[in-house]
C-alpha cells in the first residue's frame, strides 16, 4: 500500500483538475444525468430511481440532482476488503493506493515456456499465488478469463482457484447472478459463516458498464445483490475518447461519471450506507487502429482527473497502471507501466488495477507483474518524501564528522539506511565486470527466473480440509445447476 499525500509530513502530489474545474465537471454531469439520462436495462434499477423521482421513457432514464446527492452523501468514503488469514486488510480510502492484477485476459503468457497462448483453468491460481508472494501487490486478481471449463462458471473456478492460493484480499467478477451466488458460498466457507463475511469481507464484487450511459441487466442486477449482502461493489468503465465520448477529456469525464454516478445512485437506493467504489479507465482511442490505447499518456492523465473528481466527491476510486500496449516484456513496456504506476501513486486512486496486462487487456503476464511490483517499490519510495526534523537533518552528527569525513560508520546514520534507501530485487545496479561475471543476464532473464523461483518455492497458507471439501461440492452444484439448465427438453 502506497501513501499519497500523507498529512504527518509533505509527500509528493499530483493534481489535474482545480475544486473549481471539479465541480464545473461535477455539476455538468448532473445537467447531463437530468437531460440525457442513462440508458438502464435492469427492472429493479429502474423501479428504485422512478420511486426516488427519476423520468423514465422504456429503458432511458433522467436522474434528477438530488437522486445523485443523496446517494454520494450516503456512500462510506472509507471501508475495508480483508483477506481470509485477516492479516491482511485494504483500508479504502481516498490517497491509500493499493495495486493488484485485472481480470479476463483472453490470452496469456506461459510461465514455464513463454508461450503465447489461450488462458486456461489454473492461470488465476497462478496469478495468485505471484500476487501473494509479492511485497508491493495489495490483492489478486485473475489475470485470466479461460474457457476450457463450462463457460458460464468461469468466474467461479476463478474465485477459487484464488481463494487457494492468497490470503490477500481478493476482487471478483461475475456474469450471472447465479454465478455471484455461488461465489459469495464459496466465500463463506471460508469466513466460516455470514456475520463474520459480513464483518470483514474477504472478496469485493467487479463489474464495467459496457458503454458509457448504458448500463445492462446483468451488471445491475449483480450490483443491487451485492450491496444487499453486504459485498464491496466497485463499478468501472470507459469512455474510449473520440470513440465512445467526443476528442475531448472534460467531455470523457463528464460521461464517465455521468455513467458511475448512476450506478451508485441504484445501489444507494437498494441499501442505504453499501460500500462502493467508482473507477474509470477514459482511454484516448489509437487513431490507426480504433482500439483504446491502455499505453497513452492521455489514459493516465484523464484517470488522474477523474481521482480528483472522485475525491473532491468524497468516493473511493479505482485507476489502473501497469497495463502495456506491448505485447512482451521490453522497454515499451517498462516506459509505459512506470509512468503509469507513479501517476496512479501521485493521483491517491484508491484502487489501482490491470497490473500485468499486454496488448490493450488482451494479454496476462506474470513477469509483466513481476515488474510492475518493482515499479511499485520505486514508487512507494518517492511517495515518502523526505522527512525534515531534528533527527534526520543530524546537526551534530555532521558537527561531531566534520569536514571531508564519512558516515558509513556511523551507528545512528548507518540505522537509517533500510527507511531511506530502496533496494531493487530486479533491477541490476552492479559494474559491467561483476554483472558479466553473474551471467550478464538482461531484465527479462532476471524477471523469468524470479518467476519460476515463486512457483517452485512459494507456499501459500492453504485453505483447510473442509474448506477444500466445501468449496468442491459448491463446484459440483453449479455443475449440476448450469447442465440442467442447458438440457434439451425431451419430446
Not at 509527500?11 to 437531460?35: G, H, I, M
Not at 490483492?139 to 492460493?165: C, H, I, K, Q
Not at 518493482?374 to 555532521?398: K, Y
Not at 497458507?461 to 425431451?490: G, K
Request: hydrophobic share 40%.
Amino acid at each position: 500500500m502506497i501513501l499519497a499525500n500523507s498529512s504527518d509530513h509533505q509527500t509528493p502530489q499530483f493534481r489535474v483538475l482545480s475544486d473549481t474545474q471539479c465541480r464545473e465537471l461535477f455539476n455538468a454531469t448532473l445537467e447531463c444525468l437530468k437531460r440525457v439520462g442513462v440508458r438502464i436495462q435492469n427492472e429493479e434499477g429502474k423501479a428504485l430511481l422512478v420511486a426516488a423521482g427519476a423520468d423514465m421513457e422504456g429503458d432511458q432514464v433522467r436522474i434528477p440532482a438530488h437522486i445523485i446527492q443523496d446517494a454520494i452523501a450516503s456512500t462510506p468514503r472509507t471501508f475495508s476488503i480483508w483477506g481470509r488469514d485477516y492479516q491482511h486488510e485494504i483500508r479504502v480510502a481516498p490517497d491509500r493506493v493499493h495495486f493488484g492484477p485485472g481480470p479476463s485476459c483472453t490470452y496469456f503468457t506461459d510461465p514455464l515456456t513463454g508461450e503465447h497462448r489461450r488462458a486456461k483453468k489454473g492461470d488465476a491460481g497462478l496469478t495468485a499465488l505471484v500476487c501473494d508472494a509479492l511485497p508491493n501487490i495489495d490483492y489478486a486478481m485473475g489475470l485470466s478469463l479461460f474457457d476450457d471449463v463450462t463457460a458460464v462458471l468461469s468466474p467461479v473456478y476463478e474465485f477459487a482457484e484464488m481463494l487457494a492460493n492468497t490470503t490477500k484480499p481478493i476482487i471478483a467478477w461475475a456474469n450471472t447472478t447465479d454465478t455471484l451466488i455461488d461465489i459469495y458460498k464459496i466465500a463463506l466457507s471460508a469466513a466460516g459463516n455470514e456475520t463474520a463475511l459480513k464483518r470483514k469481507p474477504i472478496f469485493a464484487f467487479f463489474t464495467t458498464y459496457e458503454s458509457p450511459l448504458r448500463l445492462a441487466h446483468g451488471p445491475v442486477s449483480n450490483m443491487l445483490w451485492s450491496a444487499e449482502h453486504n459485498v464491496p461493489v466497485i463499478c468501472l468503465g470507459g469512455p474510449t475518447v473520440g470513440l465512445e465520448s467526443p476528442f475531448s477529456g472534460a467531455s470523457a469525464l463528464v460521461m464517465h461519471l455521468a455513467s458511475v454516478l448512476a450506478a451508485l445512485a441504484m445501489v444507494q437506493l437498494k441499501k442505504r450506507g453499501a460500500p462502493m467504489v467508482i473507477g474509470g479507465v477514459p482511454s484516448m482511442m489509437d487513431l490507426r487502429t480504433a482500439r483504446p490505447a491502455y499505453g497513452s499518456p492521455e489514459m493516465s492523465l484523464h484517470s488522474a482527473a477523474a481521482v480528483d473528481i472522485s475525491r473532491y466527491l468524497g468516493i473511493p476510486f479505482m485507476g489502473t497502471a501497469g497495463a502495456s500496449e506491448s505485447k512482451a516484456i521490453d522497454a515499451q513496456a517498462g516506459a509505459e507501466g512506470a509512468l503509469q504506476v507513479l501517476m496512479s501513486a501521485l493521483s491517491g486512486a484508491s484502487l489501482v488495477h490491470d497490473v500485468g496486462f499486454l496488448d490493450c487487456a488482451d494479454i496476462g503476464s506474470l513477469s509483466y507483474l513481476i515488474l510492475t511490483d518493482e515499479l511499485i517499490g520505486m514508487a512507494a519510495r518517492i511517495m515518502r518524501g523526505v522527512q525534515v526534523n531534528s533527527e534526520t537533518i543530524m546537526l551534530d552528527l555532521l558537527e561531531k564528522i566534520g569536514p571531508e569525513g564519512n558516515f558509513i560508520s556511523e551507528p545512528r546514520s548507518v540505522a537509517m539506511c533500510r527507511t531511506e534507501a530502496w533496494v531493487p530485487t530486479i533491477f541490476d545496479r552492479n559494474p559491467y565486470a561483476q554483472w558479466e561475471k553473474k551471467g550478464s543476464k538482461t531484465t527479462d532473464r532476471v524477471l523469468e527466473d524470479k518467476l519460476k523461483k515463486i512457483l517452485n518455492n512459494h507456499k501459500p497458507v492453504p485453505l483447510a480440509d473442509p474448506v477444500t471439501e466445501e468449496i468442491s461440492n459448491i463446484l459440483a452444484q453449479a455443475e449440476n445447476r448450469e447442465m440442467t439448465h442447458n438440457a434439451i427438453p425431451s419430446i
